[in-house]
T-cell receptor, first 114, second 114 residues
Framework: KQEVTQIPAALSVPEGENLVLNCSFTDSAIYNLQWFRQDPGKGLTSLLLIQSSQREQTSGRLNASLDKSSGRSTLYIAASQPGDSATYLC?????????????FGQGTELSVKP | NAGVTQTPKFQVLKTGQSMTLQCAQD?????MYWYRQDPGMGLRLIYY???????DKGEVPNGYNVSRLNKREFSLRLESAAPSQTSVYFC?????????????FGPGTRLTVT
């Protein structure tokens, strides 16, 4: 059974710092991995999607990498800002499922201090 | 485009009451999903609909029923609410591209069962 883990559960950094959020999964048979952002009391916003054949995706100050063989993904945030404060979730789409179901990690709550 | 919309935003029910959560998307997506989010548990899939006219169980379907009314709308029904169903419920839809299935989420419905 696929399991997704995000460590740490919470992270606090000063503004301007570069940081890395981690996501690990137990079964390397995936179609893709998606990173989401969730603001308090809000829904999820898709940040980046990495296909299983890709190594990384970039969007602005965000860079997500994927190492399928080791079951790991990282989300790198450059020059963090207070507006980056949110919970970040990763989710994998297992290769053996139909309909695009996702398996989610529990999230990392990020706080960027001014 | 409104994206994915959900009604109501908040609801309080007494044990044993029934209700239907509504979800609609205007992005012409084929697949739609219902998740619940509980503290420390991440998001878990309740039901999904890969296409109009089809529905399938997810990880935690007990106590719920769904209806894919048409391509735009996917509703979730609680027939006899229980305190264990207190949660935040998210609806999502995914693009027709069967390769990526990138998911887009609604703002959520916060349900409390007393």
């Amino acid at each position: 059974k696929q399991e997704v883990t995000q460590i740490p559960a919470a992270l606090s950094v000063p503004e301007g710092e570069n940081l890395v959020l981690n996501c690990s999964f137990t079964d390397s048979a995936i179609y893709n991995l998606q990173w989401f952002r969730q603001d308090p009391g809000k829904g999820l916003t898709s940040l980046l999607l990495i296909q299983s054949s890709q190594r990384e995706q970039t969007s602005g100050r965000l860079n997500a990498s994927l190492d399928k063989s080791s079951g790991r993904s990282t989300l790198y945030i450059a020059a963090s800002q207070p507006g980056d404060s949110a919970t970040y979730l990763c989710a994998v789409r297992p290769a053996n499922n139909q309909g695009g179901k996702l398996i989610f990690g529990q999230g990392t709550e990020l706080s960027v201090k001014p | 485009n409104a994206g994915v919309t959900q009604t109501p935003k908040f609801q309080v029910l007494k044990t044993g009451q029934s209700m239907t959560l509504q979800c609609a998307q205007d992005m012409n997506h084929n697949s739609m999903y219902w998740y619940r989010q509980d503290p420390g548990m991440g998001l878990r899939l309740i039901y999904y609909s890969a296409s109009e006219g089809t529905t399938d169980k997810g990880e935690v379907p007990n106590g719920y029923n769904v209806s894919r009314l048409n391509k735009r709308e996917f509703s979730l029904r609680l027939e006899s609410a229980a305190p264990s169903q207190t949660s935040v419920y998210f609806c999502a839809s995914s693009i027709p591209d069967s390769y990526s299935y990138e998911q887009y989420f609604g703002p959520g419905t916060r349900l409390t069962v007393t």
